[in-house]
């Protein structure tokens, strides 16, 4: 029979044993590291598309065009994309789920605070104000998604049925609010201020310089900050106006 091993052998045995675990443990897991390098190679494909669709617009850029600002060959897109389509619309899901989702969290705040009495510019201001501030802390590429939000807005084909998929029901919550705060007000009064309000929001989020050009740089296209602290303040006296009792062209009330 032979001898168990005992004392100080064994124990030195034993750490070594343990030593080896867990420096196994501790080295990464190579599908652990594969993934988050396609999770990064997916965001620098993504970064630098938005980049280029918010120059160009859908028509104007090419998986190529993408691929060589990325650094990469032609083919990695493919990879990851079989048309630039299909790239175009990860872009615009990627920003947008962030969006729809704080803003509907907001709205939903600021209606149970209100104690479901919510005023007209709270109602605004859970709305703009928490979609820019996405633009005025999120640098450069989130200001890039909203010139291209400005363009898919403003394109008939293809761009109204993405804004319907993609921000129908966070709208729809705000119109819901701003119902309860004018319940003397014609719906159809209430839908065309919110057209006004998005109007001027993919104005602003278009970036065109026009208003620097206008003012004589006493404004910026860039300036969300300054958009913040106006905006809602400005639209809700236009709804205001246009529901006051005896507007002219103003809709009767159900």
């Known amino acids: 029979m032979a001898a168990t ?5 064994r124990r030195t045995s034993d750490a070594a044993a343990k030593s080896a675990r867990a420096a196994s443990s501790a080295k990464p897991r190579p599908r652990r590291v ?25 028509y104007g850029v090419t998986l190529k065009d993408v691929a060589k600002r990325v650094g990469a060959h032609h083919t990695l897109l493919n ?4 048309d630039k389509k299909k790239l175009f619309d990860a872009v615009f899901a990627r920003r947008a789920v962030v969006t729809s989702t704080l803003r509907m ?25 928490t979609d820019l ?49 004018l319940p003397d007000c014609a719906e159809e009064d209430i839908f065309w201020g919110y057209h006004f309000v998005t109007g001027a929001l993919m104005l602003t989020l278009a970036r065109t310089g026009r208003i620097d050009k206008l ?7 860039d300036d969300f ?6 905006m809602a303040a400005f639209m809700a006296a236009g709804f205001l106006e246009i529901c006051r009792p005896g507007h002219e062209g103003a809709g009767r009330a159900a």
């Open 79 to 82: 990879y990851y994309f079989t």
């Open 133 to 181: 501030d996405l633009y005025i802390q999120g640098g450069e590429n989130w200001k890039n998604y909203g010139a291209l939000g400005a363009q898919v807005a403003n394109t008939p084909q293809w761009g109204a049925a993405m804004m319907d998929s993609h921000f129908d029901p966070v709208v729809l919550r705000l119109i819901d609010l701003l119902k309860k705060a």
């Open 215 to 221: 003012s004589g740089g006493l404004c910026s296209c």
């Open 5 to 9: 091993e005992t004392g100080p052998k």
């Open 34 to 58: 594969k993934a988050q390098q396609r999770a990064d190679k997916m965001e620098q494909i993504l970064d630098a598309a938005e980049y280029l669709f918010s120059k160009h617009g859908l």
């Open 105 to 129: 969290q907001a709205l939903d705040t600021y209606d149970a605070e209100s104690g479901g009495k919510p005023t007209v510019e709270g109602a605004l201001r859970a709305f703009l104000d």
């Open 225 to 230: 900050v300054a958009v913040k602290q106006r």
